[in-house]
């Protein structure tokens, strides 16, 4: 009997040895032992009977080592435990592609399976914009991207935005500590943490606020926080689309997003979009996108940065900015006008110039 020790964390590698060596030589037979490989000289019965006894365990485990995070997947599917996660629609979708089938060709299809899958979702950053309404502007954060939130929840303003916030200790024995919290945004264990650290912050918050004034402040339980936030449930952020987010499980909410803004060159020459991206910056989330050779279109979070980007550019000199309008502004609509006005320009000539023929 011998010892052969493999000092490599791929499974692969020791169930490959194990076969081998089986293969190779006919009267060994090899045991598996934590990172060892036992290998012992059987006689030919000896090897039979050891072979009956392991069946097919050697193959299954090697399978269950290659499965990597399915086996998470599929204890979130079992247990339905809530999913938190920040701005996490293209996480799901990942999610559900990559292990569990392909995704529906339609939306709906895609809800609904999500839906059953995980049937209570919670999008930190959908969380965090409906209570940023709820604070006064000198108590919020300035913005809600994860890293933004979580050095606020953590720091002195956020811990003392309720009463009785729950502690929250990370085990640094284990993981070291984390120092310069930018310089581990995006690694993904990181990001599950900052997630649920800031979810347990606003859920907190709000159910502080649902005990209503006059009321005893108490440490409160994980029901009550997860009853704070059940409005919110299954709302998931969309990014500068036409509506502020997707409802999981229900029906959808209607768009409250402004209308875009028309900008165009006074002196008709080409539009810099990078230069008015820069311009429209100050005012808030923005997307520009070119419309005509001298004008662009402008998305805007909110009506009131639409409103004092109109007001900033009434007088301006180089550039003109309304509230975009398909039929005074749309390209297809002027197209189409132009087209009519010279066709009936056209006709208006034949007519006159058989008229003329007529008369000679």
Not at 94 to 108: A, F, G, H, V
Request: overall charge positive; charged content about 20%.
């Amino acid at each position: 009997t011998m010892d052969i020790v493999v000092n490599d964390t791929q499974y692969s590698l020791i169930y490959f040895l194990h076969k081998e060596l089986r293969t190779r030589f006919k009267d060994v037979w090899t045991f598996p032992h934590r990172d060892k490989v036992q290998v012992k000289k059987m006689s030919a019965e000896e090897i039979q009977k050891a072979q009956e006894s392991e069946g097919s365990q050697l193959d299954s485990s090697l399978i269950h080592n290659l499965l990597g995070f399915t086996k998470v997947f599929k204890l979130l599917v079992a247990l339905k435990k809530p999913i938190i996660g920040h701005n996490l629609l293209l996480d799901l979708m990942i999610l559900y592609n990559q292990m569990y089938e392909p995704l529906p060709s339609t939306y709906e299809a895609f809800k609904k399976k999500i839906n059953i899958l995980f049937p209570s979702i919670h999008d930190t950053k959908f969380i965090s914009y409906q209570v940023r309404q709820l604070l006064k502007k000198q108590e919020t954060w300035s913005s809600n991207s994860l890293d933004h939130l979580y050095t606020y929840f953590s720091t002195n303003k956020g811990l003392s935005l309720a009463s009785f916030s729950p502690t929250i200790n990370v085990n640094e024995s284990e993981c070291g500590h984390i120092e310069n919290v930018e310089n581990h945004v995006h690694e993904a264990a990181w990001d599950a943490y900052m997630s649920g650290y800031c979810f347990i912050r606003l859920a907190h918050f709000l159910a502080i606020r649902r005990l209503g004034e006059g009321a005893l402040p108490r440490p409160l339980s994980r029901i009550e926080h997860l009853s704070a936030v059940a409005d919110y449930c299954n709302c998931i952020n969309v990014i500068r689309g036409n509506i502020s987010h997707m409802n999981i499980g229900g029906n959808e909410p209607l768009s409250n997003r402004p209308r875009p803004l028309y900008i165009s060159r006074l002196d008709r020459k080409p539009i810099d979009i990078d230069k008015v991206t820069a311009l429209m910056a100050s005012y808030g989330s923005v997307d520009v996108k070119a419309h005509t050779v001298s004008s662009a279109l402008i998305a805007v979070s909110s009506r009131q940065s639409a409103r004092d980007i109109v007001k900033a550019y009434v007088a301006d000199k180089e550039y003109r900015v309304v509230p975009y309008s398909y039929l005074r502004h749309s390209s297809l609509l002027s197209t189409i006008s132009w087209s009519g006005l010279i066709l009936s320009g056209t006709v208006c000539a034949a007519v006159l110039i058989s008229s003329a023929v007529v008369r000679k």
